[in-house]
């Protein structure tokens, strides 16, 4: 058994009432059931936690090191910000998938720019709520095939 880490980043927990022509009506509950139903088919465990401050997802990644075969993350505005957020996930070991529900290319100029997606193994922006499941599916899948 294994585990994995989701990590969200500002305002994610706004997810379903914030901007929903953007973000869409699905909640953060939402997500998180979707991946729970992944990782238990598996026979795997998940942490899946949200912050607005950048502090707790670097601790959080932190506590990743050593003990999560997997990182999911969306960092939310982080994305283009956090050189911090981006110096905690050089520190871990595993794989990291970056995950964005808009696709963030197709937006204002200045979210183009992901400090993140230079450490992600794979970037998945666009697919809405889907873009979880896609990435965790990854890397429950990889781990299946190395072991």
């Known amino acids: 058994m294994s585990l994995f880490t989701i990590l969200n980043g500002p305002n994610l ?7 929903p022509d953007i ?4 909640t953060l509950a939402d997500i998180e059931a979707n991946c729970r139903a992944i ?3 598996a026979g795997h465990q998940l ?11 670097i601790d959080w990644i932190h506590e990743a090191r050593g003990t999560s075969s997997g990182i999911v993350i969306n960092p939310g505005a982080f994305t283009h910000t956090s050189v911090a957020i981006l110096d905690a996930l050089n520190a871990f070991e595993a ?3 970056e995950v964005h529900i ?7 100029v200045f979210r183009h720019h992901s400090y993140v997606s230079t ?7 666009g697919l ?6 896609v990435a965790l599916s990854h890397l429950v899948n990889r781990l299946s095939r190395s072991s």
Do not use: C, M, W
């Open 39 to 41: 990782t238990d088919a």
């Open 102 to 108: 808009s696709n963030i290319h197709k937006r204002e």
């Open 95 to 97: 794989p990291v998938i």
């Open 128 to 133: 809405g709520i889907e873009g979880y499941a």
């Open 13 to 19: 927990n706004l997810l379903g009432q914030r901007q």
């Open 47 to 57: 942490f899946f936690a949200q912050s607005n401050r950048e502090y707790e997802l």
């Open 119 to 125: 450490r992600a193994e794979g970037v998945i922006a």
């Open 23 to 26: 973000y869409g009506y699905e």
